[in-house]
C-alpha cells in the first residue's frame, strides 16, 4: 500500500497573505478549505492569515513596494518593537521589574503570533530596541552591606594553619541561602527621567544549603520547604530528587535538619575513603557539637 504524498510546506510572503485576505472578503465568499488549496497551504495556516488579517494589511502598507520580503529594511521588525514598547509600559504601570531577558523573551513571543520565524531577539536588537525608547537599567530597592575588612584580612592569615594538611579538593564551604521563588527581579529597565517604582515582594521562600569545594565539586542541596508533601511532589519518590528535602512551619534551618545533612555527607565521605574539612558560619542552626570520622568543622 502506497504512503500519501506529504504535502510540501509553503510559505507564503507578505503579498501573497494580502491577496488570500483580499479573496477572502470577496463575493461570494470563499471557504478556508478552498482557499488553501488555491495557495497550497494547511487550512490551519489559512485561518491563522485571517486573524491576523489587520496587521497583514498594515505591514503591506508599511512596504508596498517589495511583494518578496515581508518587511523592508527600516521596518522589518516594526510591529515587534511597537508591541513590546505597549507592554513594556503597560508592565511597568503597575509596578512589575522587567529585565532584558523577559524583554527578549516576549518579543520571541510576539514574534510567534506574529509568524515571523527569522526574528531572534538578539542582544544586539535588544540594545536598539533601548536605545530607541530610552530606556535604561534602573535599582529598584536594595541596601548596602558593609564587611569589616580588619576581620577578614586577620582571618586570612589563619588560613594557612587551618587548611594544612588537605588537598583542595577535601576543602569544602557550604552555607545556606534564601529562594524567595516568586519574587520579582530588583533591577528594572524604565524609561528615563521617569519615577522608578516597585510593588510589594511575594514572601513565598524556601531555604537552600549548598556546599562547594575549592574545586568545584559540589555536593547535593538541601533545601527545606513548609509543606512536608508539597503538591508539585504528588507521585514523586522523594528520594529521586536532585536535593534532599526536609521541612517546617517556617521554611528555616533547624539544628535537626543541619545534624541530618553533616551526617549524610559525612558517611558519603567514610564510603569514600576521604576526610574533608568544611568551613560555616556561626549560625544558630550550625551545632558544631558532634564527632564525626570524615569530617572537620
Same mark, same amino acid.
Not at 5 to 15: G, P, Y
Given at each position: 500500500?502506497s504512503? &500519501?504524498?506529504?504535502?510540501?510546506?509553503? $510559505?507564503?510572503?507578505?503579498s501573497?497573505?494580502?491577496?488570500? !485576505?483580499k479573496d477572502?472578503d470577496?463575493?461570494?465568499k470563499?471557504s478556508?478549505r478552498?482557499? #488553501? $488549496?488555491? @495557495?497550497k497551504?494547511? =487550512?490551519s495556516?489559512?485561518?491563522?492569515?485571517?486573524?491576523?488579517?489587520?496587521?497583514y494589511?498594515?505591514?503591506?502598507?508599511?512596504n508596498?513596494?517589495s511583494?518578496?520580503?515581508r518587511?523592508?529594511?527600516?521596518?522589518?521588525?516594526f510591529?515587534?518593537n511597537d508591541i513590546?514598547? =505597549?507592554?513594556?509600559?503597560t508592565?511597568?504601570?503597575?509596578?512589575?521589574?522587567?529585565?532584558g531577558?523577559i !524583554?527578549?523573551? /516576549?518579543?520571541?513571543?510576539?514574534?510567534?503570533?506574529?509568524?515571523i &520565524?527569522?526574528?531572534?531577539a538578539?542582544?544586539g536588537?535588544?540594545?536598539?530596541? =533601548?536605545s530607541?525608547y530610552s530606556?535604561h537599567?534602573?535599582?529598584?530597592?536594595?541596601?548596602?552591606a558593609s564587611?569589616d575588612?580588619?576581620t577578614?584580612? $586577620?582571618y586570612r592569615t589563619r588560613?594557612?594553619?587551618i587548611?594544612?594538611?588537605?588537598?583542595?579538593?577535601?576543602?569544602?564551604?557550604c552555607d545556606?541561602?534564601?529562594?524567595?521563588?516568586r519574587a520579582l527581579?530588583?533591577?528594572?529597565?524604565n524609561?528615563k527621567d521617569?519615577?522608578?517604582?516597585?510593588?510589594?515582594?511575594?514572601k $513565598?521562600r524556601l531555604?537552600v544549603?549548598?556546599?562547594?569545594?575549592?574545586t568545584g565539586e559540589?555536593? /547535593?542541596p538541601?533545601?527545606i520547604?513548609?509543606?512536608?508533601?508539597?503538591?508539585?511532589?504528588?507521585?514523586?519518590?522523594?528520594?529521586?530528587?536532585?536535593v534532599?528535602? @526536609?521541612?517546617n512551619? =517556617?521554611?528555616?534551618?533547624?539544628?535537626? #535538619?543541619? !545534624?541530618?545533612?553533616?551526617?549524610?555527607?559525612n558517611?558519603?565521605?567514610?564510603?569514600?575513603?576521604r576526610? !574533608?574539612?568544611m568551613f560555616?558560619?556561626?549560625?544558630?542552626?550550625?551545632? /558544631?557539637?558532634?564527632n564525626?570520622?570524615?569530617m572537620?568543622?
Amino acid at each position: 500500500m502506497s504512503r &500519501p504524498v506529504k504535502r510540501q510546506r509553503v $510559505e507564503l510572503s507578505l503579498s501573497d497573505k494580502v491577496k488570500l !485576505i483580499k479573496d477572502h472578503d470577496s463575493v461570494p465568499k470563499p471557504s478556508q478549505r478552498e482557499l #488553501a $488549496e488555491k @495557495y497550497k497551504v494547511g =487550512k490551519s495556516t489559512v485561518g491563522d492569515i485571517l486573524r491576523k488579517k489587520d496587521t497583514y494589511l498594515q505591514q503591506f502598507e508599511l512596504n508596498a513596494n517589495s511583494s518578496k520580503q515581508r518587511f523592508n529594511t527600516n521596518c522589518k521588525f516594526f510591529d515587534i518593537n511597537d508591541i513590546v514598547w =505597549k507592554w513594556f509600559n503597560t508592565a511597568r504601570a503597575k509596578g512589575i521589574p522587567i529585565s532584558g531577558p523577559i !524583554i527578549q523573551e /516576549k518579543a520571541l513571543q510576539i514574534a510567534d503570533e506574529l509568524t515571523i &520565524p527569522d526574528f531572534k531577539a538578539s542582544n544586539g536588537w535588544l540594545d536598539r530596541w =533601548k536605545s530607541r525608547y530610552s530606556v535604561h537599567a534602573f535599582k529598584v530597592n536594595g541596601e548596602s552591606a558593609s564587611v569589616d575588612t580588619t576581620t577578614v584580612e $586577620e582571618y586570612r592569615t589563619r588560613l594557612p594553619d587551618i587548611t594544612k594538611g588537605y588537598s583542595q579538593a577535601d576543602i569544602f564551604n557550604c552555607d545556606e541561602t534564601g529562594l524567595f521563588y516568586r519574587a520579582l527581579p530588583d533591577k528594572t529597565l524604565n524609561v528615563k527621567d521617569q519615577s522608578c517604582k516597585g510593588g510589594k515582594n511575594a514572601k $513565598e521562600r524556601l531555604t537552600v544549603m549548598f556546599a562547594c569545594s575549592s574545586t568545584g565539586e559540589k555536593l /547535593k542541596p538541601l533545601v527545606i520547604g513548609k509543606s512536608y508533601n508539597p503538591r508539585c511532589f504528588k507521585n514523586v519518590n522523594k528520594g529521586n530528587l536532585p536535593v534532599t528535602y @526536609y521541612s517546617n512551619k =517556617k521554611a528555616w534551618m533547624t539544628t535537626n #535538619a543541619f !545534624i541530618d545533612w553533616l551526617r549524610t555527607v559525612n558517611t558519603t565521605m567514610r564510603l569514600q575513603r576521604r576526610h !574533608i574539612l568544611m568551613f560555616l558560619d556561626n549560625a544558630s542552626s550550625h551545632s /558544631k557539637e558532634l564527632n564525626l570520622s570524615n569530617m572537620t568543622l
